[in-house]
């Protein structure tokens, strides 16, 4: 029988992270980007969250772990999850090269929602809405997780003709900074839509922030005045 809280899975898009797991802790192929955006996210949810020191933190969509041993090295407790073997795996392998102490598990977002809840401290959930087929879903199920007051991360891609141009034809074609196919353009998610979504769940939205790449000087940056295409979002649950 089929566990109704799995429905919320494109088998497709797991197959695309599965096919690249082995080289998930590459610099220099096709997660570069996310190794260079690494660190800006990582301050912005430091920052944004006073601190991940003795936070309990929950990683949604962890693949293999950039994030959440990032997260962990700041002296978080991390648990990371995600629908793909392959990349848990290698997320499992790389434990005993930092020597960190994350707890990785196979499971969906809405599943462990609904053991865990209210259980932690901070919720990340970074490029991966744009990769399900029901982001609202996911959304719920971080607000779920997390305690009243306490904060929830969201990043994803813009829908328009800029983000179209440079995180599919740019990114994916000219610049192949990311295999062909990575990113599905009907599936970016525009930030009042984020928004809507994020109030809906019980989220309030307190910053959004931009991440810019400047192609001739290689470089990220946070840009709170553009968020046209990869931006972040910090929500916190709100008290009742």
């Keep these: ?6 429905n919320n899975v494109d088998l497709d898009e797991v197959a695309k992270f599965e096919a690249l797991a082995s080289r998930w802790w590459d610099t220099e192929n096709e997660f570069k980007p996310l190794h260079d955006i690494n660190p800006l996210r990582t301050n912005y949810i430091n920052e944004r969250s006073e601190g991940l020191q003795g ?18 090295k700041l002296g978080a407790d991390v648990k990371g999850i995600d629908m793909g073997e392959a990349p848990l795996a ?14 990785y598990e196979k499971i969906t977002a ?28 996911v959304i719920n199920a971080c607000m779920a997780l997390v305690k009243p007051g306490g904060h929830v991360f969201f990043s994803t891609i813009n829908r328009n003709p800029k983000a179209y141009l440079f ?4 990114a994916e074609y000219i610049l192949k900074m990311l295999p062909k196919g ?46 046209s295409v990869n931006y972040l979002m910090h929500t916190q649950k709100i008290k009742v």
């Design 110 to 137: 809405e599943e462990i929602a609904q053991r865990e809840a209210g259980q932690y401290d901070v919720v990340t959930c970074l490029e991966m809405l744009e990769h399900v087929p029901d982001p609202a879903s």
């Design 167 to 170: 995180a599919i034809i740019g």
């Design 182 to 227: 990575t990113h599905d353009y009907a599936k970016f998610i525009q930030p009042a839509e984020l928004n809507n979504y994020a109030r809906q769940a019980g989220d309030e939205v307190t910053h959004m922030t931009g991440m810019t790449y400047n192609p001739l000087s290689k470089v990220y940056k946070l840009n709170d005045k553009d968020v």
């Design 1 to 6: 029988m089929t566990n109704p809280q799995q």
């Design 90 to 103: 290698v997320a499992k392998l790389h434990l005993t090269e930092s020597k960190l102490n994350i707890d």
């Design 55 to 72: 936070k309990k933190v929950i990683d949604i969509g962890c693949g293999g772990g950039i994030l959440s041993e990032a997260m962990a």
